[in-house]
């Protein structure tokens, strides 16, 4: 029988938030820090990331990541990979975690569980050479795997075209980035007028000035609809990705593989024109259907939950310190709404401070630092080149203010 380990702060989930938590609060105060992942080596997302920033440096996640982990290593802190979680129970004064490595008993737990990408099914994507977006960029970028030479990406949203970009630099040729079949299991941003309002809000990143300043005069002027309209049927060329508004996936082909897609035009509204079909020799497809966040642990813990399309998905409810509805329990990350890495690790760095504000030794000297990572958060999400839903600020407010109701 494994022996209990003990520990003052456990989190879950070795990725921005969680490394960033462990090494910040492990800085501050002497306490005892582990981190488990389910996952065979720590860094998350953050492995497989890299994209250009303002300034136009590359911002690097693996390099992030090393730096973060080496931190925490110099501190002390416990990180233990290939652990799985299946249980959380509240005991006095703290709680017990149980994994499939044994039970840890600790005061405080953070969860810092990330979030996980949304399936879309079409027709013929049980083929081998069919994955989703998320597995490509884990291929190309973390194992260095080419998923293959020449592919398709179905779905047009912010991770789908951050991936794009990174795939085109390990030498892989994209033939299209076209929406996802507009069929029983489609949603509305599958239209190609949803796609141009999510464009308008990534105007900041894009390549060219012209491109820059287009769309914000489009969202300011909400001329969506107006551009779906008159969007070239062949595509647009962004970053030399060619984005494809007016086409849709009718079906992946292939007998043993992926071998093409079959694609066809479509209207504003997002209807097939009757007669445009055609078929695109590719060797695999990638479907970028989006992400929600990874919340079962905290609803297994017993967190009231809101549903938050604003924020990818059902939420566990919160405040503006990331602390939860229950004793002791806090969390970070895309588990709080679906935001950039940045975000995430300036969340988790709120964290560390939250718990040692909560610890109550050094209250009086740790409030100013709580208070100066609860703006820290807004700067950078405010500052974020890219947000991947609108009205992130308004619906973190109904959060906050519902955790204040219900406490």
């Known amino acids: 029988m494994n022996e209990i380990q003990q520990t003052d702060l456990l989190i879950v989930g070795a990725g921005p938030a969680g490394l960033s938590a462990a090494t910040t609060i492990s800085a501050d105060r002497d306490f005892r820090v582990m981190i488990i992942d389910e996952f065979p080596e720590p860094g998350g997302r953050l492995l497989g990331q890299f994209h250009e920033a303002r300034d136009r440096s590359w911002w690097v996640g693996k390099t992030v990541a090393a730096n973060l982990i080496a931190q925490n290593v110099s ?3 416990t990180i233990q990979c290939g652990v799985s979680v299946y249980g959380l129970e509240l005991l006095p004064g703290g709680w017990k975690v149980l994994t499939s490595k044994g039970d840890i008993h600790t005061k405080y737990l953070l969860l ?3 979030a ?7 027709s013929g994507w049980t083929l081998p050479g069919v994955m989703s977006i998320g597995a490509a960029q884990v291929m190309a970028n973390v194992h260095q795997v080419k998923p293959g030479k020449k592919g398709y990406i179905v779905g047009i949203n912010v991770l789908s075209l951050a991936i794009a970009r990174e795939l085109t630099v390990a030498g892989i040729e994209i033939e299209g980035i076209a929406l996802p079949p507009s069929d029983l299991f489609a949603t509305e941003e599958t239209t190609p007028v949803t796609a141009v309002e999510l464009l308008t809000r990534l105007s900041d990143a894009a390549p060219a000035s012209w491109m820059r300043w287009g769309g914000k005069l489009a969202q300011k002027m909400k001329l969506s609809r107006l551009i779906a309209s008159c969007f070239p049927k062949k595509g647009l060329k962004v970053w030399d990705l060619p984005l494809q508004l007016r086409t849709a996936l009718v079906s992946i082909q292939g007998i043993d593989q992926v071998e093409s897609v079959i694609v066809a035009d479509v209207t504003s509204s997002g209807e097939i024109i009757e007669g445009s079909q055609r078929e695109i020799k590719v060797d695999f497809v990638a479907i970028a259907g989006g992400l929600y966040p990874l919340a079962e642990l905290a609803a297994l813990a017993g967190c009231p939950f809101l549903y938050v399309p604003e924020l990818g998905g059902n939420i566990p409810i919160h405040n503006e310190r990331m ?9 970070a990350g895309n588990i709080t709404g679906i935001e950039g890495a940045q975000v995430a690790m300036a969340q988790g760095r709120l964290v560390a401070h939250s718990i040692l504000y909560d610890d109550g030794w050094f209250a009086c000297e740790e409030e100013p630092k709580l208070l100066d990572a609860i703006d820290e958060v807004k700067e950078v999400r405010n500052s974020a080149m890219i947000q991947f839903h609108p009205e992130i600020d308004s619906a973190r407010k109904r959060i906050y203010e519902l955790f204040d109701h219900w406490m």
């Open 116 to 122: 996980a990408e949304i399936p879309v099914p079409v």
């Open 323 to 331: 602390k939860t509805t229950l004793p002791n329990l806090y969390v």
């Open 112 to 114: 810092a569980t990330g």
């Open 75 to 77: 501190a002390g802190v």
